[in-house]
Every structure is written in C-alpha cells, then in structure tokens.
C-alpha cells in the first residue's frame, strides 16, 4: 500500500485555469504538508495542517488554498495559474510534534502551466 | 542567509570512494536533524537522522556539531547506486514548527565506474 499519495502526477494547463491537486496518507499520522521544489531543485515549505487545522503558511500567494477535509486529507487548489507556479509539488505527511520524526513524502505532482 | 547550506557539488567521485558532504544551519533553536536522499525524478526519502554523539549506519556516518551549526555525512566504499541529491534537513522545536523540514539545497552525487 502506498503510505503517502497524490494525484495527478503531471499536470498541464494554461494559464489562468484553476486546478487541484489531492493527497491522502494512511499512516496515521496527524501533520501533513505541500512542498514546492522549483527548477533548481530546491524544496520549500508551503503550508502545513495539523489535525486539520492550518499551522504554517509560508507566504504563498492566496491563489493557492489547501483544505484538509480530515487528517488523512490535505488537497491544494490553485486558481489563475501563472506561469512561475510550473514545479513539482510534494505533499508530505509525519508525526508533527515527535523529535526526530521521519516525514514521508508523495511521488509528487509535476506541474508545467503553458 | 539561507537557513541551512549546503554545497551543491556536482561530486563526481569513481566506485569504492570515500566522500563526504556537509551543512550548516543557521537558527541555534534547530533540534533534529536528518539526511534525506532524493533520486532523480523521485520524492525524497529518509537516509538518516543525525544525532550529537554522531551515528553510523552500515557505509554511511554522521555527524553533528551544535557549537558550529555544522551537520556532515560520510559515504564510505561509494557503490553506484548512491548516485542521487542528497539533503541536509532541519526541524525547529516546539511552538508552531509542528515538524516543519527545512531543506537545504541538495548535494548531487554521481558515483561512476
């Protein structure tokens, strides 16, 4: 069974088109994730929710909003597609509040918007 | 400065070498540490955590210097297969950080016959 997944796995899209992205966990952890890599490879937080509640939000345009339905759930909609928000989303899912948790991450969502 | 460094190499090193690869951090209240390794069109994964007494796992070692906010990873006996980005990973303790990985830039690794 996959323990973190996400889908689609690619995405492309116009600009200005709205899209969504889901991502399920079945470890039973409590914290999820959306993790940006850019074309340089470089992994940046986006937002964390902890038992469904949003804890971290780090500067994203609100153009993105995620919703977490329940625990096991933390989907990302973005709206008005720019070009710069082409990359691969990760979601990610741990046990946010234990030291030295391991975060286990989805396959990832390639997005390319044309 | 960027929360945590690290070299972004590209290291190109023959099979059976020794190689080690390094990081800082920059906020002092960090509390975990880890070495995630990504391969090529993959999610990351965990390598190995780190801790203050440095820890060994099979060919690979690491360390931790808390006075340097200096984190290091040694790969011994470099096998083909460790080709792949390897990421130095910080967590900040308590408060609102709720296990938020913090990644450096990823150090790439090519191990060639």
């Known amino acids: 069974d996959t323990a973190v997944s996400q889908t689609p796995k690619y995405l492309v899209t116009q600009m200005g088109n709205d899209k969504s992205i889901k991502c399920e966990q079945n470890l039973g952890h409590d914290t999820m994730y959306w993790y940006k890599q850019d074309s340089k490879k470089f992994l940046k937080i986006m937002f964390s929710?902890?038992?469904?509640?949003?804890?971290i939000n780090e500067t994203v345009p609100n153009r993105f909003s995620p919703k977490s339905p329940d625990k096991a759930h933390l989907n990302l909609h973005i709206n008005s597609l720019e070009l710069g928000d082409s990359a691969v989303y990760f979601c990610a899912s741990s046990h946010g509040t234990v030291l030295n948790t391991e975060a286990f991450f989805g396959q990832g969502t390639r997005l390319t918007v044309v | 400065r960027k929360e945590v460094e690290q070299d972004p190499g590209p290291f190109n090193v023959p099979e059976g070498a020794t190689v080690a690869f390094n990081c800082t951090y920059s906020n002092s209240a960090s509390q975990s540490f880890f070495w995630y390794r990504q391969d090529c069109r993959k999610e990351p994964k965990l390598l190995m955590s780190v801790y203050s007494s440095g820890n060994e796992d099979g060919r690979f070692t690491a360390q931790l210097n808390r006075a340097s906010q200096y984190i290091s990873l040694l790969i011994r006996d470099s096998k083909l297969s460790d080709s792949a980005t390897y990421l130095c990973v910080v967590i900040l303790a308590g408060g609102t950080s709720y296990g938020k990985l913090t990644f450096g830039q990823g150090t790439i690794l090519t191990v060639h016959p």
């Open positions: 929710y902890n038992n469904k509640e949003l804890i």
